[in-house]
Every structure is written in C-alpha cells, then in structure tokens.
C-alpha cells in the first residue's frame, strides 16, 4: 500500500499512469498507526485507503505488477503463474526482499517500537527508490510485452 501512495506523490500530475495496490490476504484491515505518521509526514493522507485482495484480472490487466518480498513473489506464482519482479528490481536494480513488518517483528502489535522503526525503514526504501521505479518503469513494462 506504501509504494501505491509513494508512486503517484512521485508521479508528474501529468502523468496518465493508474496506480494500484493489493495484497495476498482477504481480512479486514486498518492501515495502523506508524504508517499513517509516516505518510502524514509525506502529506499523504490515507483515511480513504480501501485494502483489495490480488485477483488474476489485476495482474493481467496490469503493465507492470510488482512484490514487495520473494514470497509474495512466490506465492503469486504458485497461485497465478505469473512470475513478478520485485519492487528493489525495477527501484534499485537489486532483489532485496521489503516484507510485511508481520514477518520480521511477530509481535508487531504489542512492540510498537520495534514494528515503528522497521515500518519506517522500509517506507524509507519504498520513498528513496522512486525515482529509480519511476526511470525504470519502461524496460519492465516493454520487457512484459
């Protein structure tokens, strides 16, 4: 959801790119606290944020669909067949995997800090490697066609 709000603050107001983002899990959820901050801080504000589950017609309507973390990657393919690059390929030419802060700090919920500071860190990425997506957006999508 990150890269869905940092992508179009990046983009040119001009620019006639649609922009999407969904995840691999079909459960209610808020956007929590530490990314709202975050994204207050960007002046992006994200109250109306509607959370949508990935659905094939999503990836093949696509130009360019990407994962955050190898095992969404993973995932995605074992259950669409579509092998996606990661977010770090097209942003910054490497594969380094962004997971969810569930994966990395189990208890999230209760270690606020813990969960803040890892949050903010990959937010931090997904901001820095814009311009980079952005310039390197094209050969993915023509590398798709």
Avoid at 109 to 130: K, L, P
Wanted: glycine share 6%; charged share 25%; aromatic share 8%.
């Amino acid at each position: 959801m990150t890269a869905e709000y940092a992508l179009r603050a990046a983009l040119d107001s001009g620019d006639s790119i649609l922009v999407h983002s969904a995840g691999l899990i079909d459960a209610p959820h808020e956007v929590v606290q530490f990314v709202r901050d975050y994204l207050l801080r960007k002046e992006i504000d994200v109250s109306g944020h509607l959370p949508k589950v990935l659905k094939c017609e999503m990836l093949e309507s696509a130009d360019l669909a990407v994962a955050m973390d190898i095992e969404h990657r993973r995932q995605i393919q074992n259950e669409f067949g579509i092998c996606l690059p990661l977010f770090s390929e097209v942003a910054y030419g490497t594969e380094t995997p962004l997971p969810d802060v569930y994966e990395i700090v189990p208890d999230w919920r209760s270690n606020e800090i813990a969960a803040r500071e890892y949050g903010w860190t990959v937010m931090d990425t997904i901001f820095d490697g814009m311009p980079g997506f952005i310039s390197r957006m094209p050969g993915f999508i023509n590398d798709r066609l």
